[in-house]
Structures are given as C-alpha cells and as structure tokens.
C-alpha cells in the first residue's frame, strides 16, 4: 500500500498553462506538505496545512494555490506555468508532535 | 531560510570503504533527521535524533547528535552499492523542517 501518493509522476507543459498535482496519504496523519526540489537537490518548503488548515505558507508566487478538500488529500493548483517553475515537487505528511515525514515518490514539471 | 551545511557534497567509494558525512549549523535544533532519498523516489526517513550526544545505529549506519545539538555524522561502515542515493540531514520542529544542502554519494563494485 503506498502511504503517500502522487499524481501525476511526470507532468510536461507548456509556459502559460494552468496544471494540479494531487497528493493523497492514507496513513491517518494530520498534517500535509508541498516541497519544491531544485536542479541542486535542495529542497524548499512550500505549504504546511494541518487538518485542513494552512499554516506555513512561505514566499511562492500567488500563482500556487494549495487545496485541502480533506486531512487525506493536499491538491497544489499552478497558475500561468513560468519556465521557472520546473523542478521535482514532493508531498509529505507528518503527525503533529512526533518526528518524521513520509514523503510522495515526487512529481516532476517539466514547462517548456 | 536556515541551512544546514552538509559536507561533503559528493562522494564516490568502493564497495567495503567507510565513510562519514557531516551536517553543521550556527543553530541549536530541537532535533535531527536523517533522509535517504534515490533516484526518481521521495526521501525516505533513516533515523530522529533528539538528545545532545545521542548515538543510533542503524545496522551499518551510526549517526550522531552534537552535544551542543549544531551538528550531526553519519558513518558508514563496508560500504555497499544500495547506499548509494543523496543523504539529508533535516532540522527543525514538529511544523517546519529545514533541509541541508545534501550528500550525494556513490558506491561502485
């Protein structure tokens, strides 16, 4: 059974398109994550909701807007896709006061 | 946004060789995670350290918290070919991790 799983694994677009990247985890957790992975490996925290909640929320352009139907499912909406944008992008989730992140086998955006 | 150090950034050894990556900050974290991320999957959590001069060992895998709980090692011991992937430390509290810098190492036949 996979624990946190996304959708799709490889998403190619062009600059100016709207896409979403769907993440659902089914290990009862609280809290959901969006991560960008650069060209360096470094990743970046992008949203944190918890039970639905947003409550990280770091400097992306407004063009990404994340959509938490339920505590299961963290959706990440981009709008006007840039060239920039390419990179490998990872839900995680996490429970709330204990340590550890289980993250999603990735998404990588391609725009061209 | 804080960064974790992480030295060295590449590593290339033969298969039995020991190694030890290190992972450094000006700041006192909470606790300490280290991921294994391989290629084309998400990171995989290896261990969570969160007393100062805490050791774990993991099989072949011993990791260590700094006592001033800055910096953390991971030592491998006879190194094999399915080490190989990037290595992260990862800092911070229950709601915000920060990521360092990675290790990426290579363990050739």
């Known amino acids: 059974d996979t624990a946190v799983s996304q959708t799709p694994k490889y998403l190619v677009t062009q600059m100016g398109n709207d896409k979403s990247i769907k993440c659902e985890q089914n290990l009862g957790h609280d809290t959901m994550y969006w991560y960008k992975q650069d060209s360096k490996k470094f990743l970046k925290i992008m949203f944190s909701y918890n039970n639905k909640e947003l409550i990280i929320n770091e400097t992306v352009p407004n063009r990404f807007s994340p959509k938490s139907p339920d505590k299961a499912h963290l959706n990440l909406h981009i709008n006007s896709l840039e060239l920039g944008d390419s990179a490998v992008y990872f839900c995680?989730?996490?429970?709330?006061?204990?340590?550890?992140?289980?993250f999603g086998s990735g998404t990588r955006l391609t725009v061209v | 946004t804080q960064l974790l150090e992480q030295s060295p950034q590449f590593l290339s050894i033969q298969e039995g060789e020991n190694l030890t990556v290190y992972c450094n900050s000006s700041s006192v974290f909470s606790s300490l995670q280290w991921y294994r991320q391989e290629p084309g999957e998400g990171p995989v959590l290896l261990v969570t350290v969160v007393t100062g001069g805490e050791v774990k060992k993991l099989k072949r895998l011993t990791f260590q918290f700094g006592d001033a709980r800055k910096d953390s090692s991971l030592h491998i011991t006879a190194a094999q070919p399915g080490d190989t992937g990037l290595y992260l430390c990862?800092?911070?509290?229950?709601?915000?991790?920060?990521f360092g810098t990675g290790t990426r190492l290579q363990v050739t036949l």
């Open positions: 995680a989730s996490s429970q709330r006061g204990y340590y550890g992140y289980t």
């Open positions: 990862v800092a911070g509290t229950a709601s915000k991790l920060t």
